[in-house]
């Protein structure tokens, strides 16, 4: 009965989890929107998209390789609901960045696997973007430096005792926000979704593996924003959590909105500028910490 | 310097000096690789469609059976050189699961007949021919320092502390073998049709560097 009654929370935390990164993505959108003076959809847009798509006809195009064009939808699900797990048990911050660097598998996986020249071309500048996944690696450095451990559930312990590591390691979270930023949609660095590749690696995915690419991504922004907030900022109540992943993306979305899409060796030439930076701050943290 | 990072290991298999251990963190990128490694071997490739430039023509490309099955068996192949880095505890072995990876990779796309595919192969052959230098050079390093390749040994803090250098060529060789700055070569081969093939190659990449991010935290 116990188990029973821990399984079906843990269900619903994930389904209230992947409705709240959603309803985050639709707030994303409306306030890009409203930023630049149009009316945006509602916030809830992203939600109706998924259930849209759940109920709309379903097909595997005849060039498709149909066991990896089904197989990767499955996967994208099953590596973000293992994150969701390992964020909410405080289980290590490496298995999910390492969750994270594997999403871009699945992106390559959606883009090749219809045959689709777009996605094609979404899921190799898919790859080439991974270049914004080192400064992510550099932060957990800084943060392993600082903690001495990478468990969610130690880092939250030493930021109530030595304070939030987004005041003491300050550019360790802007290269993790950098980062998020560049897995928003409408970001500057959105090149594998660029509207000159229809929809990119997911122009062909459509019906139920759609739903399941949306369900995919609510999940994945929820658990990014909830790391960040989590070992940047510390141990947090739900209400706060939840008004912290708000504020999160209200930043995001004033981000987005106002720097336009870079071109793919704009954006891969910043990103090894951010990574240079980072590697440079990285060296000075371990000889002040550990001299 | 860290404990544990990848967690509690679960599973220790002994061999004297070689091992085999499973944290969550490895066990987690084993199961990845697995599972694309199944996705290889029961997947029938896509047939990619071309658009000729400038008007509404398009092909598709097919591969021939005696493509497929080469590409299929190299791509099983560096599945299981993925694997086989994931699990290892010995550093040595890793250097050696790395150095097959990056053979594999240009096996994979070896049989394409496509001459900007054959040119990105060969440019990434060379990349990854010349990390196996500071790879193999550090894991010698590491050897020489501590006189154990063992990373349970590293784990434990028995040994003497590794030097930044030898952590900082192990990782360097891992990157040539197709990460980020090294990769651009690779990012071509991705034209080649096949994609459950093709994606072995950018899936070992990147288990592999994750792998070494654990490897060079540990001592």
Redesign the interface.
Known sequence: MTSRSSGTDMIAELVLATLFGLLLLGLHRKLIARIQRRPGPPVWQEILHMLKFSFKTTWIP????????V?VVL?AIG?WT?AFYVLISG??L??IL??Y??H??VE??FG??????YG?YG??RS??S??S??PL?VS??VI??YT???DLSVIMQYQQVHGPLLIIAFPAACAMFLVILSKMPFGPFSIVEAKELVSGYKTEHFGIWRAGLEICNGLKTFVLLAVFLAVFIGLLSLPWLLVGMILMIVLLAFACAVTPMMSPFDS?TI??LV?GLMLGYAAVVLMVV?P | MIDLIGGVPLFVLEFGDELVYFTPYTITLFLLALTFTVLVLISRPEKQIDIAFGGDAYRAKEISISEMRFRRFMAIACGLATMGAMVTGDIFNFTLFTAMVGITNVGIVAAVKSPHVQDAAYQYGLVALAATVPLFAGAAVYAAVTGSLSMIELMKGTVPAVPLIAKGMLMLGVIGEGMAPFYAAKAEMFRAPGAPYVIMCSLSSLLIFLRVVEIVMLG
């Not at chain 1, 005849?62 to 064009?69: D, E, N, Q, R, Y």
């Not at chain 1, 090749?112 to 020249?117: D, N, R, Y």
């Open positions: 005849k060039t498709a390789s149909p066991v990896l064009f197989g996967i590596i293992a289980g290590s490496l298995v390492g969750i660097m594997l871009k598998i390559h996986g090749l696997s219809s045959g689709s020249p094609k899921g190799v790859v080439i991974a270049a996944e080192i690696f957990v450095a392993a430096v001495r451990s990478l891969v990103q090894m990574t550990h």
